[in-house]
């Protein structure tokens, strides 16, 4: 992002990409951790017969909010998947229009999941839902939660992005001159 900002505009960019980094982080602790765990689980049940119970319970809800906390960030970088035919072929305000476009998309969809979430959350939380059967059932209301907490940063995340796109075309210059000395 550009580095002539407004003292508001910088502080709020700053903001986010150091609380994106940090979920990051989290995800990255979360998934080491879940790596060890499916370890454990392999070499205690291959070499002593003893698995650890609700490996894959842990493991299935696991994967869900790993990939949330790495959307906030993979927004704020600018990684996500597009194809290039049309978007390689513009000038810098063209791409900044595609670029506040899908980010708008993307804010709704994300605006969806929180609210959609909203009430499974609330109705998880009342009533403390568990998944698993038998020897171990693990906490959903937690992980639900967090869908809807990320879906509010997503949206928050990709409206900053249209914001970036539709007031600083010129950040795209950059990209396209970059393009232009690749080829």
């Keep these: 992002m550009s580095s002539e900002l407004p003292a508001w505009e910088a502080k709020i960019e700053g903001v986010a990409e150091s609380f994106a980094k940090t979920l990051n982080i989290i995800s990255g602790v979360w998934l080491s951790s879940i790596a060890l765990l499916i370890l454990y689980d392999v070499i205690g049940r291959e070499a002593f017969g003893v698995p650890f119970h609700g490996t894959n319970e842990i493991v299935s809800n696991s994967v869900l909010s790993i990939l949330m906390l790495q959307l906030p960030l993979a927004i704020l970088n600018r990684s996500s998947l597009r194809t290039t035919i049309l978007y390689g072929k513009l000038g810098p305000r063209g791409k900044s229009i595609i670029e506040a476009v899908s980010y708008f998309f ?56 249209v914001y970036h796109a539709l007031k600083r075309p010129e950040d795209f210059a950059e990209e396209v001159a970059v393009e232009e000395m690749g080829e």
């Design 106 to 161: 993307a804010a709704l969809l994300f605006l969806g999941i929180g609210f959609g979430g909203w009430d499974n959350m609330i109705e998880a939380w009342d009533i403390l839902e568990l998944e698993g059967s038998g020897v171990v059932e693990i906490p959903v209301y937690p992980i639900r939660s967090l869908v809807v907490i990320i879906g509010f940063i997503g949206s928050f995340v990709c409206s900053l992005m």
